[in-house]
């Protein structure tokens, strides 16, 4: 990559993991994902019980809880670099091939667990936000909202309710449905919870050429009509009120004839959900709009690995001597290193240009 100092490529890194505490140099292979919003970011790593002499006392941790640990560092005189840390979910041991596999997340995997109860009522959804950390002793990064989202003056405050008779059954999914609702960004970095509007969020720009990458493949969405309509309808009953908005995307693409079949009438899509209020629904219209646009072009990049390349950043993509060379915003990075492939990456994004290219342009 180009344009940013920072992103060093890596080609035979050193690996270590530290399990409960304990440092372990025999690993063999790693996979990481940071998957970016409203996701749990995810871990398997295979770890070796016959290349260290040094003994294998980290197996006998092994039992109720187990943290992890994944780091990376690029060359003998520089520090390690976190990738990833969190719990493990599973945990298999091949006694007959030396071999420990362990699966798991970040530590969003505590909020997902947790089925803790409340009604969170007159608060809002920082407030909220900041209890759910404060109760897990996790760090902040938490932007300050103002609307009350747990009030009984709010058409939404039975969604609100965290237990067993409600769809948001853990602290997790609750979290998720507020961020939702503000527009905002949801994921765990190490042990900070960030609950923020992407404006808030550091994005590194960052430029990647093909001739310096592995593969590199664009996904383009075909529209069947030139205009799609979303429209979001909720019957408020606290408010006895009808709620409705529409929201249009347009794809300027001229499809009026097509084999002389009849003129495109635009495409229309109906979302009913109960008891929103007015701005609710705008909301709701909104995000599903976001989700169609983010579908228009997407691009998966396999490259060499590297370090600093996370969710939200930007990319720029040149070589391809077509319009897909745009900036693309990085939904996921999964990095993969093994003994015997050594280290790469995988980059998936999406670009929010209106009008993606229907068809490349050939190359010169």
């Known amino acids: 990559m180009a344009g940013n100092s920072a992103n060093t490529l890596v080609s035979v890194p050193r690996v270590r993991a530290e399990i409960n505490g304990t440092k372990v140099d025999s690993v063999v292979h790693v996979d990481v994902i940071a998957a970016g919003s409203y996701k749990s970011s995810w871990f398997e790593l295979t770890l070796s019980t016959t290349a260290s002499s040094a003994g294998i006392q980290w197996l006998n941790q092994l039992t109720g809880r187990v943290t992890v640990k994944i780091f990376i560092r690029v060359l003998p005189d520089t520090l390690d670099t976190t990738l990833i840390e969190g719990m493990a979910d599973s945990i298999i041991v091949d006694a007959t091939a030396g071999l ?30 900041n209890y759910i950390a404060s109760r897990h002793g996790f760090g902040t990064n938490i932007s300050v909202t103002y609307t009350m989202v747990g009030s009984y003056q709010c058409g939404e405050y039975n969604n609100l309710l965290l237990n067993s008779h409600s769809h948001l059954t853990h602290e997790w999914a609750l979290l998720v449905f507020l961020a939702k609702r503000e527009g905002f960004e949801l994921f765990i970095n190490g042990t900070t919870l960030v609950f923020a509007p992407q404006s808030a969020l550091h994005q590194s720009h960052s430029e990647l050429a093909i ?23 909720s019957w408020n009953s606290w408010m006895n009120q009808l709620s409705t908005y529409s929201e249009t995307k347009s794809d300027d693409q001229s499809t009026s004839a097509i084999n002389g079949l009849s003129s495109d009438l635009g495409f229309e899509i109906a979302v009913v959900m109960p008891n929103l209020t007015s ?10 709009i976001n989700t169609l646009n983010e579908q228009a072009l997407n691009v998966e990049v396999i490259a060499p690995g590297e370090l600093y390349l996370k969710p939200l950043d930007i990319i720029s993509i040149s070589g391809s001597n077509s319009s897909f060379d745009v900036d693309y915003v990085v939904r996921s990075v999964r990095r993969h290193f093994s003994s015997n492939t050594g280290f790469i990456e995988y980059i998936n994004g999406y670009t929010l240009e209106a009008n993606p290219p229907s068809s490349p342009e050939p190359a010169a």
Request: glycine residues 4%; aromatic residues 6%; charged residues 20%.
């Open 279 to 288: 701005h609710g629904a705008e909301q709701i219209a909104k995000q599903h």
């Open 211 to 233: 001739e310096n990458v592995i593969g590199a493949r664009f996904h383009v969405r075909c529209p069947l009509s030139d205009q799609t309509t979303l429209t979001v309808k």
């Open 100 to 129: 420990v596999q362990i699966q798991g997340r970040d530590y969003s995997s505590l909020l997902i667990n947790s089925t803790y109860q409340d009604a969170f009522r007159n608060q809002t959804s920082s407030e909220i936000a």
